[in-house]
């Protein structure tokens, strides 16, 4: 039972960080455009805007799968920052050509099983940690200025 019930928590895992991840998109509008809100919110309909919620969620949620399940660190860290750029790039895409933030479930669907196919894979992911983390930075540096100062270009602009 534990091993089947491990095996598909990548879709509870998709479900969960969607849910959550929809909760903070709104939370824009239901703080009454707070300031704070601005850094983790859906403040207008461009791509990033849309995925940006979704994407702190999944980070977030990495956190509490490491702290929950103790997988091996440098492969399961290396495994997630893989699928948090593919999810961003899948969900920037989908975005962009449907305009609506429902069609993040099924990216949110594909990231986690592939992610855990990477991790049951046993591929050599933790080769890559040092080049992973500064594009993770890089990632998270955006996440959290792209809002504030958004460039003039595609995934930023409505």
Same mark, same amino acid.
């Given at each position: 039972?534990?091993?089947?019930?491990?095996?598909?928590?990548?879709?509870?895992?998709?479900?969960?960080?969607?849910?959550?991840?929809?909760?903070?998109?709104?939370?824009?509008?239901? %703080?009454?455009?707070? =300031?704070?809100?601005?850094?983790?919110? %859906?403040? $207008?309909?461009?791509?990033?805007?849309?995925?940006?919620?979704?994407?702190?969620?999944?980070?977030?949620?990495?956190?509490?799968?490491?702290?929950?399940?103790?997988?091996?660190?440098?492969?399961?860290?290396? =495994?997630?920052?893989?699928?948090?750029?593919?999810?961003?790039?899948?969900?920037?895409?989908?975005?962009?050509?449907?305009? $609506?933030?429902?069609?993040?479930?099924?990216?949110?669907? =594909?990231?986690?099983?592939?992610?855990?196919?990477?991790?049951?894979?046993?591929?050599?992911?933790?080769?890559?940690?040092?080049?992973?983390?500064?594009?993770?930075?890089?990632?998270?540096?955006?996440?959290?200025?792209?809002?504030?100062?958004?460039?003039?270009?595609?995934?930023?602009?409505?």
């Amino acid at each position: 039972m534990y091993v089947s019930a491990r095996r598909y928590f990548w879709a509870v895992s998709a479900i969960g960080i969607f849910l959550c991840g929809y909760a903070v998109h709104i939370g824009y509008e239901v %703080s009454g455009h707070a =300031a704070w809100s601005l850094l983790v919110s %859906s403040v $207008n309909g461009s791509p990033w805007e849309l995925v940006k919620p979704f994407a702190l969620v999944y980070i977030l949620w990495t956190f509490i799968e490491l702290s929950c399940l103790r997988p091996s660190l440098l492969h399961f860290v290396c =495994a997630r920052i893989i699928m948090l750029h593919g999810f961003a790039g899948m969900g920037i895409l989908l975005t962009a050509f449907f305009g $609506n933030v429902m069609v993040l479930l099924p990216a949110l669907l =594909a990231a986690e099983y592939l992610c855990s196919c990477l991790y049951r894979a046993r591929v050599r992911t933790e080769l890559f940690f040092a080049p992973l983390m500064v594009s993770f930075i890089a990632f998270f540096t955006i996440l959290l200025f792209g809002s504030v100062y958004p460039p003039p270009f595609f995934p930023f602009l409505c």
